[in-house]
């Protein structure tokens, strides 16, 4: 056992038993991040503080809520929304928190991709993050069915439906994850035990994996420099903090973090109390009806596009192409065969790739939402092509690409 | 500058994937309707220059309104409650105490002259099928029809409430309550649901409700929605247009021309804003105030920055 002293502190207290000064030092004040970063940086912290508004709006309405077929829609409609103070405030937080944080992810996943933060080490980095990614599309698909509107129902029918596996029909497998033959209350209640419980568990699992991940290899920077972190790291500790490469997470990062964070919860907050029809949709405002399919049925805009390599091709191919675009993400780091871990811009072909997907998987998101027929489907046939194609392209192109 | 331009780069495209993914699919995907401000070109403008006491005669006489009809500020009661009256006509005919000011004066006169035609209803009730509107035509008293007509039309708006006491209520119970439940605001098609001391009394008020229910769903195909959010789930533009002429959005529906005057819209309209959404001034008030907040914290959160950065360039 170690050696206590008499606590000359309540600092000193809590130091001899549990280290915070090494935890502090080592989590915080000298965990070094680069000087050389931009705005982008910060979608990290964004993250964390929309996961962290996400689950405390959500632990107000899990007070509330109640996950019965036949109460579910009042209960949050009328009870949350009209009788509990503010419970309409929490609500319009946790719907609008759920949509935007997808944006954010959007950007923070196309910056990585963007100045190549996904290789020569930081492979792990990228895995963890698209296995939150995927994390996340569950718990935002659970927490959809809760209000038990129409479209919670029939998105939860036709999302069901997905695990039929078009001609294998294994529609044992889809009576088996719905608990019925149609959504009904054992499939609520299942869905409401992964959306308030396991899959929030996965979640933050998932982060502190990915926050370890980040540890080793660090974090990069805009210019793609490789940093040598302990002689930098010096540089600062001995006060020539101007000309050292690094800066300490706290308060020197941090706190450009949190100018970010302030500057994003004002835009967050203006789309929760005045433009918040984009994450709470119409259709959902219909209790759940088993017996009228709602004319139109599209997912969250976040999923339009994933949706979209669905919709063009025939169930089976459609299903394939779906599982591809589903799955290939993870394999980035392994696709791109070059070295060069900098900005896009310095690349070559793979700047052209870059923006290429990013405006392919605007352009599928588009045509998700529009009816599948004329134009629209051309147009979404040729973005979900050419998707496939993207990424069939990338080891071919990154294989020839010159040292930047 | 650097951080500006990639400021922009990021806002064009989610506002981008915002037009694309909100704003363009759900004008490619309405079904088009314009609102005419409840002027019902379709049907005859009003001639004549009605007389309130004339009117009185024709609607308690001749006219032979008060048979089927409750005009309780009249002091004439409802021949039938609404349980007994919707099984013998599909729906409780309206009492009409009121109707003089929820109603478009040119709607009345062509309701009373041909029913099905005013309420576009004659895909369902014409000549053809045999079918008839539970109201009859009224076929004159003798008289110039269309003065009778006028005159019953002035008697019904001179005993109705005057237009500034208009209540949301009193607009929603008399143009959509006797088809529409609206639980929210615990409204039922035979009306308000009382506060109930017995179990006993709650379930015959239940089963009476179910009962007219019943009638409804004989007459129209189906029971016709709860609008307690219809607010939410339709928006004001829709629910407007589908008020003046519900053909507009669902052609061949059972559910007839309400024929609101634009005073008597916007009351139903208040009506469903304070059963589906009565936050929505709470919302504005402690939403500015959220935003004073959040921009007093981001000046402060900008100045501890350029704090603790000037060391580090």
Known sequence: MAHFTKATSIHDWFNQRLGIDTVNRVLATEYWIPKNINFLWAMGMILAVTFGLLLVSGIFLLMYYQPNIHTAFDSVNYTIMQQVDFGWLWRHIHA????????????????????????????????????????????????????????????????????????????????????????????????????VLLIPLIIIALIGLHFGALRIPHVNNQDGEEIDFDVESKKYLAGDKANSKVIRF?????????????????????????????????????????????????????FLWSYEMLRPFSTNFGLMTFAFAQGIMFLLPFLDRSKNAVAASRRGWFQVWFWLLLVDMIALSAMGKMPPSGIWYDIGFTAASLFIALWVALPIITIFEKKA | MKELLILVIVSVFTL?????????????????????????????????????ARGKALVMGAGACSGCHAITVAGNPAPMDPVTAASAYGVNPPDLSNVGAVYSPKFLAALIKNPAHALILEHKFNAKNGRSFPMPQFYGAGGDKDQEIADMVAYLQSIAVPKDKLT??????????????????????????????KEQAKLEFRT???????????????????????????????????MEDPQNYIKGTAMPRVGVSKEGAEKVMDYLKKAGDPKAAERTSVGKDVMIFLVIFAIFAILWKKEVWKDLH
């Not at chain 1, 706190?255 to 907050?269: E, G, H, N």
């Not at chain 1, 789309?271 to 088993?290: E, K, R």
């Open chain 2, 16 to 52: 981008a994937t915002y037009y694309l993914t909100e704003t363009l699919p759900s004008k490619v995907n309405e079904i088009h309707a314009e609102s005419h401000g409840f002027a019902y070109a379709d049907l005859p403008a009003l001639t004549k220059k009605g007389n309130a």
């Open chain 1, 96 to 195: 609008v928190s759920a949509s935007v944080i997808f944006l954010i992810i959007y950007i923070h996943m196309f910056t990585g991709i963007y100045y190549g933060s996904y290789k020569n080490g930081r492979e792990m980095i990228w895995i963890s993050g698209m296995l939150l990614f995927v994390a996340f599309s569950a718990e935002a698909f659970s927490g959809y069915m809760l209000p038990w509107g129409q479209m919670s129902y029939w998105a939860g029918m036709v999302i069901t439906n997905l695990f039929s596996l078009g001609g294998l029909h294994l529609n044992g497998l889809v009576e088996w994850i719905r608990g019925d033959y149609i959504p009904s209350q054992a499939f609520l209640d299942r869905f409401f035990m992964l959306h």
């Open chain 1, 250 to 302: 706290m308060n020197d990062f941090l706190s450009k973090d949190m100018a970010v964070v302030a500057i994003y919860l004002v835009f967050l907050f203006y789309l929760v109390f005045w433009n918040f029809g984009f994450a709470m949709d119409p259709i959902n405002f219909d209790p759940a009806n088993g017996l009228q399919t709602p004319r139109d049925i599209y997912p969250e805009w976040y």
């Open chain 2, 208 to 242: 009476k409700e179910l009962n007219y229910q019943d009638s409804l769903i004989a007459y129209l195909g189906k029971l016709p929605p709860d609008l307690s959010m219809y607010i939410r789930s339709r928006g004001e533009e829709y629910i407007n247009n589908f």
């Open chain 2, 168 to 197: 949301p209520d009193i607009a929603f119970q008399t143009a959509c309550g006797r088809c529409h439940a609206v639980h929210y605001t615990k409204w039922t098609q035979i009306g308000q649901t009382p506060k109930f001391k």
